[in-house]
């Protein structure tokens, strides 16, 4: 159930300033991966805060403007396709979320991360959480701020190449995103190291 336990309980330790972490963007054949960092203050209240997986658009458009009025901070980082191809899909995602940390207004001193076994670089007491998304609400927050970002910037990528119709997968490998691969050949925003993309390297 999704709650601010996690940060309850750092709070209590005197842990002022607890930054959630998620990123979006592991899986699409193309454009960035895209990471947010949410610093909460300890009385917030978000009504019907969730996992941005499993809201729609609406809602994460209002919850997304409603975040930034309420959190104390919001750090943002990505990691172009290019990078992704050159690091890892696995690399790519930890510096994203290193990027989010480090552009916070404020500094941390403790970060909660989505995943159980991610370990972000940098001298910060952390904690991995497994679904954290679902769990806790500065990390389900970093995942909505990341996902309408993201988001946006796919939209943009669509103006530039509407043949792949970025404005209705957002870059996911979807049939008919795979079909228009087929067709056109891959864009200069594919991710060349993604099957099926890397059929045509």
Not at 137 to 150: D, F
Request: charged share 30%.
């Amino acid at each position: 159930m999704l709650s601010f336990r996690y940060e309850k309980k750092l709070w209590k330790k005197n842990f002022k300033c607890v930054a959630g972490v998620d990123e979006v963007g592991r899986g699409p054949l193309a454009g960035p991966v895209a990471a947010a960092a949410v610093v909460f203050p300890p009385d917030v209240k978000i009504k019907g805060l969730a996992d941005s997986k499993q809201l729609t658009p609406k809602k994460r458009e209002r919850l997304f403007h409603e975040i930034k009025k309420k959190a104390l901070g919001i750090g943002v980082g990505k990691v172009s396709h290019k990078l992704i191809d050159k690091l890892n899909i696995g690399r790519a995602n930890l510096l994203a979320m290193k990027k989010a940390v480090e552009k916070l207004p404020l500094p941390p001193d403790y970060i909660l991360i989505d995943g159980g076994r991610h370990k972000i670089d940098l001298t910060l007491k952390q904690r991995g959480i497994s679904g954290g998304d679902r769990k806790c609400a500065s990390i389900a927050a970093a995942s909505i701020i990341a996902k309408v970002i993201r988001d946006r910037i796919m939209l943009r990528y669509h103006q530039r190449y509407p043949g792949y119709r970025f404005d209705r997968h957002k870059g996911y490998g979807t049939r008919k995103h795979i079909r228009f691969i087929l067709k056109h050949g891959p864009s200069p925003l594919h991710r060349r190291s993604f099957y099926p993309v890397s059929r045509f390297f």
